[in-house]
């Protein structure tokens, strides 16, 4: 079984602060991930893929990707309440479609 | 922009009902994939195709089935539906991998804004 780990949370951070949001995952022939951002009763959103170690920044937003530690994360700086939502991590392996966590709660207070 | 979209918001059904889903993406996607997600248990498989006509099971495809006679319309049927389908059900698109080939999983994908079935 693939698994894909992530702290339910909820996590909470003040606003203007960083966000820090982990994920590990247990298959080593990953290849792909990708972070999703879900506000309640919403569908998913992609917000960043990276395919190869080290860090990607979009924005406020960096990934950091360590295969040979199997984890990928999620930086948010200068966290906005409207950032408060669950954050899926995904991973892929070629042959498979996304593998999903279960999602952090990030909680940014006013 | 990719545009996922899906044919009902809410659905509320009687057990034992045929339930049709349609779910149609306007990006020209090769992939195109269902799932359901309930609270705690995340974001679950249920059916994908890399083609037209083409379809594989996902992780929990009983009690459903698919059809993809057309690029940009993938559906999910509930044949006789059960209290325990109740649940949001979302689709999503991506194209190929960045190899060419259908490599499922490799390339990004777009959800739509997903159905919430209520079976009762």
């Known amino acids: 079984q693939k698994e894909v780990e992530q702290n339910s949370g909820p996590l909470s951070v003040p606003e203007g602060a960083i966000a820090s949001l982990n994920c590990t995952y247990s298959?080593?022939?990953?290849?792909?991930f990708f972070w999703y951002r879900q506000y309640s009763g919403k569908s998913p959103e992609l917000i960043m893929s990276?395919?190869?170690?080290g860090d990607k920044e979009d924005g406020r937003f960096t990934a950091q990707l360590n295969k040979a530690s199997q984890y990928v994360s999620l930086l948010i700086r200068d966290s906005q309440p409207s950032d408060s939502a669950t954050y899926l991590c995904?991973?892929?392996?070629?042959?498979?479609?996304?593998?999903f966590g279960k999602g952090t709660s990030l909680l940014v207070t006013p | 922009d990719v545009k996922v979209t899906q044919s009902s918001r809410y659905l509320v059904k009687r057990t034992g009902e045929k339930v049709f889903l349609e779910c149609v993406q306007d990006?020209?996607?090769?992939?195109m994939f269902w799932y359901r997600q309930d609270p705690g248990l995340g974001l679950r498989l249920i059916y994908f195709?890399?083609?037209?006509?083409?379809?594989e099971k996902g992780d929990i495809p009983e009690g459903y089935s698919v059809s993809r006679e057309k690029k940009e319309r993938f559906s999910l049927i509930l044949e006789s539906a059960s209290t325990n389908q109740t649940s949001m059900y979302l689709c999503?698109?991506?194209?190929?991998?960045?190899?060419?080939?259908?490599?499922?999983?490799?390339?990004?994908?777009?959800f739509g804004p997903g159905t919430r079935l209520t079976v009762t």
């Open positions: 195709s890399y083609d037209v006509k083409m379809k």
């Open positions: 995904a991973v892929s392996n070629s042959g498979y479609a996304l593998n």
């Open positions: 990276i395919y190869s170690n």
């Open positions: 990006m020209d996607h090769e992939n």
């Open positions: 298959d080593r022939g990953s290849q792909s």
């Open positions: 999503a698109s991506s194209p190929l991998g960045t190899s060419g080939r259908p490599l499922l999983g490799t390339a990004e994908q777009y």
